[in-house]
């Protein structure tokens, strides 16, 4: 069991992680299970909103870190417009250190490309790569001592390994 965040470029970034750990539960936004398009899937798949802050939700999470789930979290919460890293929100970093568990950090390039955040678009990826990256255990301090600076910090690591990606051709 893990805290398995990514960066968020599509809504494949999703499929991807689900197909990474059959036993996964994904956290949203209150928004998505109302959604005309996503609503159906994100209930199906038994995405758990988090709309009033995921340190609410802790004892729920503690439950299926027993029975052996990995959470899924964004913490960018949204998809960026073109593929660019968006700042990164404490709460995956906040729920890894309450209940001392490790972060599997997950990379996706190309998938913004593929399948844009722009409605009805569906585009065409170069290539599409899923980087599954060194695991951050809770006693790791090479990106800070807190869920603070563990946010900030694992959010520049990302983009160090983005530097590289063309978004030139993503549609935006």
């Avoid at 009033?52 to 417009?81: C, H, W």
């Avoid at 065409?124 to 301090?141: G, S």
């Avoid at 563990?150 to 993503?170: E, G, P």
Wanted: with cysteine; proline share 4%; aromatic share 10%.
């Amino acid at each position: 069991a893990c805290i398995m965040i990514g960066n968020h470029t599509s809504m494949l970034d999703i499929v991807a992680m689900l197909a990474l750990n059959e036993k996964t539960v994904v956290i949203g936004q209150n928004w998505v299970i109302n959604n005309i398009f996503f609503g159906r899937i994100a209930r199906a798949i038994g995405v758990i909103t988090v709309g009033e802050g995921v340190e609410n939700y802790i004892s729920t999470l503690e439950q299926y870190i027993k029975d052996g789930y990995s959470i899924v979290i964004f913490p960018e919460a949204t998809r960026s417009l073109n593929g660019i890293l968006l700042r990164f929100h404490r709460g995956a970093f906040y729920v890894a250190e309450q209940m001392s568990l490790p972060i599997r950090p997950i990379l996706f390039e190309g998938f913004a490309q593929a399948l844009p955040k722009h409605p009805f678009h569906v585009g065409a990826a170069k290539e599409m790569k899923v980087t599954i990256l060194p695991t951050i255990e809770p006693d790791d301090k090479r990106f800070g001592e807190d869920y603070r600076a563990r946010a900030i910090n694992v959010r520049k690591y990302y983009d160090s390994l983005l530097r590289h990606t063309d978004y030139t051709d993503s549609n935006n």
